[in-house]
Nanobody
Framework: VQLQASGGGLVQPGNSLRLSCAASGVTLDWWPIGWFRQAPGKEREGVAVFSTREGRAYYADSVKGRFTISRDTAKNTINLQMTSLKPEDTAVYYC????????????????????WGKGTLVTVSS
């Protein structure tokens, strides 16, 4: 299983950015998927996950209403639409997927997932 994130870059506060993650070696249709991030000097945190067991997305409080996770089954990609970006959203963003559909979204947000892609840097600055 390989995951490759893309779409990061420098963006001004208040603007939007869309991250994508291409999967190979697996079809993600029924896998829980997620996005995580790690800011300089901070621990990794869960940003958004989709729990297939519950059929819905979970978001960190800090991004609720601003970020949206989705999957494109035709392209086998995981996407993260980010709007109203803030400087505190600056981090390396990682996509992830998990072959275990048993857990709740809260579990994946806090514990992470089994497969990880290489990160893509998002910098929010004027």
């Amino acid at each position: 299983v390989q995951l490759q994130a893309s779409g990061g870059g420098l963006v001004q506060p208040g603007n939007s950015l869309r991250l994508s993650c291409a999967a190979s070696g697996v079809t993600l249709d029924w896998w829980p998927i997620g996005w995580f991030r790690q800011a300089p000097g901070k621990e990794r945190e869960g940003v958004a996950v989709f729990s297939t067991r519950e059929g819905r997305a979970y978001y960190a409080d800090s991004v609720k209403g601003r970020f949206t996770i989705s999957r494109d089954t035709a392209k086998n990609t995981i996407n993260l639409q980010m709007t109203s970006l803030k400087p505190e959203d600056t981090a390396v963003y990682y996509c992830a997927a998990d072959p275990r559909p048993y857990y709740s979204g809260d579990y994946y947000l806090s514990e992470g997932m089994e497969y990880w892609g290489k990160g893509t840097l998002v910098t929010v600055s004027s």
